[in-house]
Nanobody, 116 residues
Framework: QVQLVESGGGLVQPGGSLRLSCAAS????????MGWYRQAPGKQRELVAT???????NYADSVKGRFTISRDNAQNTVSLQMNSLKPEDTAVYYC??????????WGQGTQVTVSS
């Protein structure tokens, strides 16, 4: 079993920055990928960024150049540095762990609100 606990959400003005963190506990395999998804009101959950244990990253086009995902394999943590935030980044952000071939684990989510 895997548990994921997010932290770091909040309210920020447009153009500001936030850093989200996620701590994973339980049985974590070195091959597990980790990442962040988000869900805005009335919309489907969408991928924000993922990172493999070897550090290979993937980003949604909407966040490229503004968000940076990182991972500490020794601590089983994944972080998302979000810069130049826009109102359209407002959503609940979920930490995710993906285990081959298709098992997905989710955190409880953390609210990010970008508003003046």
């Amino acid at each position: 079993q895997v548990q994921l606990v997010e932290s770091g959400g909040g309210l920020v003005q447009p153009g500001g920055s936030l850093r989200l963190s996620c701590a994973a506990s339980g049985t974590i395999f070195s091959a597990d990928a980790m990442g962040w998804y988000r869900q805005a009101p009335g919309k489907q959950r969408e991928l924000v960024a993922t990172i493999t244990s070897l550090g290979s990253t993937n980003y949604a086009d909407s966040v490229k150049g503004r968000f940076t995902i990182s991972r500490d394999n020794a601590q089983n943590t994944v972080s998302l540095q979000m810069n130049s935030l826009k109102p359209e980044d407002t959503a609940v952000y979920y930490c995710n762990l993906q285990r081959w071939p298709s098992r997905m684990y989710w955190g409880q989510g953390t609210q990010v609100t970008v508003s003046s």
